[in-house]
Every structure is written in structure tokens, then in C-alpha cells.
């Protein structure tokens, strides 16, 4: 029989959490390590897993434990040397979005993990999704003819701390724009992969508390292609509960997709998704629940491919480097109130 992929879990807070239930629920899979530093997750971790071993330091981890892939679900600021310090050692690698919080040390891993040859994916798992996921096959079948524009809209309560506040420390955040609004950036860019690489793109964004003027809540992005095509990506963190809309007009018919629920993590979201495709409009059913809950399934499962046959993964550390790059690029247009070219921003 085929032995179960082993998976080190780096990091078990909010999000951590889910990774290692999706990841010990998989017949398929094996949680064998889990670190964290504080002593009261550690705790919780042995609880809930006794089988997989336990540690304090994410490099330890790395030199000491029998594992195939690391799932790397830290505050940003850390995923660089994390995954750095695994892909030396030839393990590939499951990274949380953002990447990084610098395009340098995107870059960095992106280099790193070809020069070790090992399997980098990341997780912008709003891809995996039946309802965002269903979009993009909507639009590879040629449904609504070429794809023009792309909104891509969320408002919802505002973030979660994280461990030690790090989520409203610029210095390990980044920024909030690398939080949630990535994964709209990335969805806009694939939606739109038919018209080539974007070419310009400017930001509007401000904060409505003067103690974190750059950590911004409300937010909207446009990014435009070479042939006319665009995308808007917008949020707002001054809201409630959590929202989300997705519109993209092609040049035959056009779709419309909302996703609803009190908490982003809820088990029962309301969500639909309509096709019009120039001539008659379609309630699409969708086939699995939507949410980042059951994406997160998908993409244990999608890693499990990785490893074992070498499966490309729907989210390269490529299109990382991207979805990094943009949000990037949106500050900069902020700070410097005028749009800004691609340029040679995302060479590599
Ligand atoms: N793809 C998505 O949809 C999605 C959703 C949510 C979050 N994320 C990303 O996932 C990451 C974690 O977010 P979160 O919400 O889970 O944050 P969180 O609740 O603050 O959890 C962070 C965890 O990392 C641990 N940690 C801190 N330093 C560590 C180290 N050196 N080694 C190992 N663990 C360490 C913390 O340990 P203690 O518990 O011991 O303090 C905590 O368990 C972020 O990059 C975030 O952007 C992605």
C-alpha cells in the first residue's frame, strides 16, 4: 500500500488549525510535526494530534523531523527563512499566501525552490473552489466570449489580530492589502490570463484609524492589459460579516457570483453563481459547498498529487510572485498617487 504523505505543519493558530484538520481528516495524508512557540498552542496541538511530534521552533522542525512536505501557515513576515531553511533540505512546500511580504524574498523563494528542484505550491485556494473555481472553467469553455472586465468585491468585519498582534504590526504583516485583497489580484489576473500580462495599475486606499494610517481599510485597485481588458478589485474591512462578488463581462454574455456568510469560515454560506451567455441566463448549481473551509480540503489533497507524482499545482510560486507583486504595486501607486507601470517589476 502506498504510504501516506507526511506533512510538517509549521504554525497552529486560526488558520494552522484548519490545515492540520484537513490534513489529518485525508486518508491519504500523515500529520507527522507541528510547531508553534508559545507553550499553550503546543499544548493543544499534543492534545488534538498525540501522534505527530511537537516543537517549538520551525527550524528544528525542519532538521529533525521525517516529513515530505512542509505547510508553512505563519505570520507572513516569516515564511521566507521557514521555507527557505525546508527547501534546502529538499522538501517541497505548501506556503500560505502572502508568499512573502517583500517581492525580493518572493523571488528568493521562487529561486530557491529550483535550485533545490522541489515542488513550491501557494495558497491562493479561492482557485479550488467550486464557485470561483467554476468561473474560470466558465470562461475557458468560451461561454461569455473573451473576458473584459473583472470586479472582484469583498466587505466584511475587520481582521483578526493573530498571534502577538502581529496582523496590525506593519513590520510582520506587510501590509493588508497582502492579507485578503491578494487573493482578488489573483483571481482577477487568472481570470484575465487570455489577454496576457497586465501593463499598468492604480490603487486608491485610506484607513478610518490615524494610529495605522497605511494599514488600510478601505481599498480598490485597476489593473488594465495591453488589448483593453481590466480588472477592479475592492474591499472594505469597515463592514460586517463577510461578503463577496465576483462580475466578469466577456464579450458575448457576462457572470455574476456572490458568496455570503456571518464569518468567513462558516459551514453554511449562502452562495450562487449566474451565466449569461448573450442569449439565456443560467442559475448555475454548484457542485461542492464554496469556502475557504473546503477549499483548504482541495488543496491538502492537490499537494498530496504534488509529492507524489509531481502534479503542478494550481497555484505555482510563480503566480505567488504575482499576486505579491501587484499588491506591492498597488501601495506604491498610493504613496504615490498616480498609476504605475508593470515595467520590470515581476521579471524573473
Ligand atoms: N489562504 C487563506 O485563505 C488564509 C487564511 C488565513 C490566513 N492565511 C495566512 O496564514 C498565515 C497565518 O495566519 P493565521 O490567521 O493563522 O495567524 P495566527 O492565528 O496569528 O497564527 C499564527 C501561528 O503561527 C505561529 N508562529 C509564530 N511564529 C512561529 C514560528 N517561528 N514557527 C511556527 N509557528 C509560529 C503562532 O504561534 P503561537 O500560537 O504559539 O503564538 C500561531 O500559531 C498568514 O500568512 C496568513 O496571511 C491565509
Redesign the pocket.
Known sequence: MTQPVRFAL???????KFHAQSIAENPEARLAAI????ES?REEARRLYPDALIFE??LEMIAQADFDIIDI????H??RV?AVAAMQKGKHVLL???MAITLEDCKSIVACAQQYGVHLAV?H?LRLSSQWGRIKDIINAGTIGDPQYVLVELSRKPY?Q???G??YDQSRVGSWVL?EPI?FFDLARWYLEGSGDPVELQAYANSRDPERPTLYDNFSAMFKYANGSYAVVSQTLAAFEHHQTVKVSGTKGALWAAWSGALDRTLEPTAFLKVFDGEKLEDVTLTKQSG?VFELREEIAQCIDMVRFGKKPIATGLDGLWSAGLCLLAEESIRQSKPLPLGELLQF
Open positions: 509549521a504554525g497552529f493558530g486560526a488558520w494552522g510547531s508553534a512557540p508559545s498552542s521552533d520551525s501557515v505563519t505570520p507572513s516569516m515564511h521557514i500560505e499566501k502572502p495558497g485556494e483578526r493573530g498571534a502577538s502581529w496582523r492579507e487573493h475557504e
